[in-house]
Each structure stands twice: as structure tokens, then as C-alpha cells.
């Protein structure tokens, strides 16, 4: 039984692989998966690239992997340039060093669809420069020059004369890059844009990867921990019973004191530390932590969505005006005016929050599951005093963040608990914990306004939004605000005193009114909010795609042709628009009670089309046959980490439209686990297809974008089949299914 109970992640995967190998079958796994430990010998040529003498080439990554294939794409820039053998590459993730910083954001950090871009010159670059310093080196070795040299699949060759990178290595390290080496051209790319098997599939299947989980250090203890509700306190706990039950070690307060910072929202917490995750959870259980909950004792989820339906009468602050709205209002031969709503989303990131924090006095050294290591080294100093070479953070595989892992309380708690028991912590948070005291989407309401000319045209729209401000809020940590403070970035986030994320979607819809306002009524609750996959996208798309229909309804347009008429100053956008489109055959017949709605937006610079087919059965039971998708989002890098982002974006946003929702009631969120947030069955996975719009642009986001315009294409295809508008998320609340 001991045995059984202790079996680990990685244990369990290779248990299962040795005895029957079935795991394996059908994936497309690659040669190995990443590389933990330099290969001996050789050496680094910068910060991104180690070769070894067996001609192993190390890559680094500096962006978090969470699954989205982030890490592959970078690796293939770089290779590409290169010029090495594919098949002699692996990677390692690094943190520490300024290169690593993502130059759209200013930190180490993986979000808002910058990963690729922001990556697309810089690992081109420092793969060019690295095949220079090798055919640099390989020309004073042959005696030539080195225009007569040529890289190509780890060997330098001239003439008869060849080296391996791994001959050359040392005195390739020696050499001087270039400056500003030149880049190939799309017409030259030999790796970019080619189906290539993830170099991380075999160490995921086979148990080899590491996440935080699967990491232990000496003297190490185990930490469980339990959340005051949000805007409460720890009233009582019982310490005795906790360290009677047996292996339990400590028990102690986090984040209600110094060193703890960031303590707006961050409510505190009890930690219960123990030899094992099971005796530190029935620690916690004895313990039987109580907690006050103050002025939010009564707040639920109906008082929320009065006081935002209440804000949408109030005056707000303005995102964007552009003409006279309320005058062409006024001369409106037609004005239409609807109320939609959303509720609060949770990110639910299959690995929950974790961290292994080992302070020694002098120095600290953290395994941590994040997006953002540049932040934890800025935590990590704030709170331990030390200067930021003495501290160390690793960022292993991620089980998934969609933002969330933005935020590093649990990075801050797991090193407060460190340093005051004096031994490593490793902390995990319960699956209960996860989802009811982490930071979710916010929920907002939106009043939407439009006037038509005597022809249906629009001349006026209105998008008026209330609802919390994820970096306006008085209620939420300072955290990631404390760390932009004074910077462009921060004060972009922060405009006449709009919340970006608040209006992100909103007041850079690429639709061409020429009157048009977007308002902003804050209100903010304690329920802990910060950036979701697509942050304001996620709400201002189905707010404004929604309405898109209901004006095309009023005047009787097609919904298509009246999006293609307001894109027609933007070619991206149309041409995206009319793929979608085309490959769906809009316009032409359908079978018999099959029905289809659209809905485009633009999001993280690339543009987005949906188009959904379905039924509805008995004016409930939902079937969709059929989901065509488009995007413009570039040059498409490696297209299975495409694909997969297609696939994945299209199931979240199907969750988004049916399922998901967070409910208050007595300050506390009542979904705590996959028995009450549920998610969408593979079953319910529909036919789809994907198209990207063909050109030659550097690489925009696609992380981001791939979900927003299912929810109202959905919704869209629905009033299409039953002549029933749903303004509000999600469907199940309006009796609605997915078959």
C-alpha cells in the first residue's frame, strides 16, 4: 500500500510505457525531449546556444512553455539562421540574464501573444550571429576567408576542407559576432513553416519532463495551505491539532506581515507543512483554520450584477470618442440600445498553483510554475534582501496558465514559508484552492448603442462597459502595477484613467464608424480579477459581434456584408473576413434546420474570423456541425503548433459560450473543482476547419486571439435558428446545451 501511495508523476508514466507501450502509440513524439544538463564539453557561444563536442546543440528558451508550443516556435528562429542539424538540437529553459527579457513587455514574461513577435528578430539574430562566429572560426582554421565558407546542417565546409560546430565550438566562442548579420529572406526559409514534431512530445509521454511537481531537494517539506475568502482574515486555527497529526512540521501565517508584500487583495493565508502533500492536508484538516470575512460577508453574485446594470446609468469615463455620437444619435432615423453581460471566468490551468522555495540566509534558489520569471526575481529581492545574483529561479514546464501564472503570490507565499521555518518549502495549492482563491476574469456588464440612417447604415455606436479594472482597482495586489510603476507601459495601461484591459477590444475595434464612443464605469468587488486568455477581448467580442447581428437584423442585411462593408478600409481585416467566408460557402444553401452566424474580431494584431454551423433541437439541445476558422496572423512558424492552437482555441471558446462561470454567494466563489466548473467533453469537440490568410508579414500573436469570436458566432447561428438573442454568458443559464 505505501508503495501505491507514493508513486510519483514520472513514476506512474514510465510504469505505464514499460508495460505496455500504449501511450506511445500514434503520437508523433521527435528524438528527445529537453535537455536539463549541458552536454560535456564544447561551449556557449551567447546566451541562447551551448554546443557541444558531439555536436549537440543546446538552445535556450526564455519563454515559459505552458503547452502552447511558444518554446518551439523561438528554437526554429533560431535554428533557421543557424544553420544546424535539426536533429541534433534539444533545449533547456534559462532565466537570469537581460536577453532573456521579452522586448514587447520589458521583463522575462510570456503573455499577450509576445512571445513570437517579440522573438521574431531577436533569436533570428543571435542565430545569425552564432553561424558567423562558426564560419568566423572555421576560416582561420581552413586559412581562407570567410565569404568562402558555408554553414549548412552543423558543418562549416570550404572547398574539400569541412569542421563539425562541434570542432569548432571553443574557438568559435572566441570570435566577435557581427553587428547586424543579414537575415534570410521568407523565399530562403527551410525550416520555418515546416511541419516538425514538437521536441518536447516524447519527455511529456514518457514521464522525463519536470514540472515543479516532480521536483524535490534535500530537507525538504511539503506545504498545504488554505485562503482567507477574499477581503477576509484568519480568525483562528488550531496549531496543536495540526502538529499531533503525524509527520506534520509547522504551521504558520503567510502574507499578513512583513516580509509579505503586495497585500491589497492578496488576502493572508494558513500554511500547514508536513514530510508528505497527504500528512500536510490532514494537518490543515486538524488545524480547521477559521476565517471573518468583514464587509463582503453578504456579497453575492445578484448584488454584483445590480451594481454593474446600475453603473451602465451612471457616467463613466471615456476609452475612445471619435465624432459626435450623441448627435448622430439625436438625427438617427433608427436607434437600437441592448444590455449584455458576462460573469467571472476561472483560468483553471490543469497543474495547479505550486512553487519549491529553498532559502539559505545568503542566497535563495526557486523551482516555480510562472509565466513571468522576470517578476519573481523582483519579489524574490524585495522580499528576501538579497541582491538579485545571489538568487536563483528555475521555470520548468508549466501544466497551462492562460494568464494567470502572471501573478506570483503563490511564488511570494512558498518563499515567506521558506524563509520562516528555515528549510525548503515546496507549496501546493489544492485543486480547491486553485480555482476559488486565484484570479479570474472579471465579469462585466456593457450597454450597447447604435443609430441607423434611413438605410440601415450605421452612423453612431455606442459601447458603454461597467465592471472592475484589473490595474485600476483599489482591491487588487500592486504586484505587477508596483513592478511597472512610472513606465510607458504602465501609463499605457492606465489612459485618462481607463483600464486598457477594461476597453481592450473595445476601443480598437477596427469597424469604421464615424461616430463612435467607448465609456468606462468602474466597479470593483474584492473577487480577485486579472488577466484571461484574450483579457478584454474575451467580453468586448461578444459584446460587440452580438450587437454587430442585431443591427444587421434591424436593417435588414446580411451579416456578413455589413461587417465586409464596415472593414473596408482595412484590408487585413476583410481579407480575413472574406477567407472565412468563402471556405464556409456563406451565402450558399444549407441542409434543412442547419443555421450559421459570424463573428470577426481583431485582437493582438491579428485578425479573427468565425463562422459556425449548427442546429438546435427542441429549442435547446445545441449541435454544431461545423466551425470555419481564419486567421492573419503572418508568417505561421511551425503549423502543428498552429493547428493546435486552432484546436484548443475553439474548444476554450465553446467552454467560454456554454459552460463556464464563477458565482459569488457569502464572499465566497461556489465552483471548487471540475465537478461544478465543468468542461466541455471531447465528444462535443465539432468538425472544424482552419485557414490562415497567405502572406509574407512578420508573425503576430495567435495565443491570444483564437477564442473570442466563438461565444458570439455561436450566439449569432442561434438567433439564426430560433429567432432567440442571448445576451449573456453562459448559455446553460438560458436552458441552452451542447450536444
Known sequence: MSEMMNITRRGFMTTAVAAGGGLLIGLPLGRKGSKMALAAGGAELNAWVHVATDNTITIRASQTELGQGTTMGNLMM?????????????????????????????????????????????????????????????????????????????????????????????????????????????????????????????????????????????????????????????????????????????????????????????????????????????????????????????????????????????????????????????????VLESVYEVPYMSHTPLEPANTLADFRGDSAEIWTATQTPGACFIVAEMITGLSQDKITVHQPFLGSGFGRRNEVDYFEQALEASMKVGKPVKLIWSREEDMQHNFHRPAYAAKMTAGLDADGNPIAWRHKLAGPGIWLSPMRSSRLKDLFAGSDFMNGMQESGVDFHSVQGAKDIGYDFANLEVEWVQKDFPVPVVFFRGVGNTQNSFFAECFMDEIADASGQDPFELRQKLLAKEPRMLATLELAAEKSGWGTPLVRGHHRGIAFHNSFDSPFCDVVELSVRGGRRVTIHKVTRAIDCGIVINPDSWDSQMASGLLQGLHHAFLAEHTVSQDKLVQSNFNTYKLPRISQMPEFEAHAVQNTNDPTGIGEPVFHTVAPAVCNAIFAATGKRLRSLPLKNHGMSLA
Open 78 to 334: 533560431f535554428a533557421e539562421e543557424f544553420e544546424c542539424d535539426w536533429g541534433a538540437v534539444t533545449f533547456e529553459f534559462a532565466t537570469g540574464r537581460p536577453e532573456y527579457v521579452n522586448p514587447l513587455v520589458g521583463l522575462q514574461l510570456t503573455g499577450g501573444s509576445t512571445a513570437t513577435p517579440g522573438f521574431w528578430g531577436p533569436m533570428r539574430k543571435s542565430g545569425a550571429q552564432s553561424r558567423h562566429m562558426m564560419l568566423q572560426a572555421a576560416a582561420k582554421q581552413f586559412g581562407v576567408d570567410a565569404g568562402q565558407c558555408v554553414a549548412k546542417n552543423s558543418v562549416v565546409t570550404c572547398g574539400d576542407k569541412s569542421a563539425t560546430y562541434g570542432e569548432l565550438a571553443e574557438a568559435a566562442a572566441a570570435e566577435t559576432p557581427p553587428e547586424d548579420p543579414a537575415l534570410k529572406g521568407y523565399d530562403e526559409f527551410e525550416l520555418l513553416g515546416t511541419h516538425v514534431d514538437r521536441l518536447d512530445n516524447l519527455s511529456k509521454v514518457t514521464g522525463a519532463a519536470e514540472y515543479t511537481m516532480d521536483i524535490s531537494v534535500p530537507g525538504m517539506v511539503v506545504g498545504a495551505i488554505r485562503h482567507a475568502d477574499f477581503g477576509g482574515s484568519i480568525k483562528s486555527y488550531d496549531e496543536a491539532a495540526a502538529k499531533a497529526v503525524d509527520g506534520v512540521h509547522d504551521v504558520i501565517v503567510v502574507g499578513a506581515e512583513a516580509p509579505a508584500i503586495f497585500l491589497e487583495n492578496n488576502v493572508p493565508a494558513l500554511i500547514v507543512t508536513a514530510d508528505t502533500y497527504w500528512q500536510a492536508e490532514q494537518g490543515m484538516k486538524a488545524a480547521n483554520p477559521q476565517f471573518d470575512n468583514g464587509q463582503w460577508a453578504d456579497l453575492d453574485s445578484a448584488k454584483i450584477s445590480a451594481t454593474f446594470h446600475e453603473g451602465l446609468g451612471e457616467e463613466g469615463k471615456l476609452g475612445r470618442a471619435d465624432g459626435d455620437v450623441d448627435g448622430a444619435l439625436a438625427g438617427a432615423a433608427t
